[in-house]
């Protein structure tokens, strides 16, 4: 029987993803998860957003506005 092995994480500016589908790994109790914007990995294995080449770019690695976002979408769809 072949081993199944774990599932592997990485860091993108603080947040943890999914190393496959790099989607948010976290404790889903109020929203949905976030998704990673498109990246690319440099040589030194750190990831960087594609569209302005930066390891830490505010405006696509902005995770607490999209986490924020989020909770106020969760929040008014479950007023409806």
Not at 35 to 43: A, F, G, I, L, R
Not at 47 to 70: D, L
């Amino acid at each position: 029987m072949a081993e199944v092995s774990p599932a592997t994480t990485v860091e993108i500016n603080d947040a943890i993803f999914c190393g496959a589908h790099l989607k948010e790994v976290f404790d889903p109790i109020d929203r949905d998860p976030i998704d990673s914007p498109s990246v690319t990995q440099t040589k030194d294995g750190d990831y960087q957003c594609k569209k302005h080449g930066s390891a830490g770019c505010n405006q696509c690695f902005g995770w607490k506005k999209q986490i924020t976002k989020a909770r106020t979408a969760a929040k008014k769809a479950g007023k409806k």
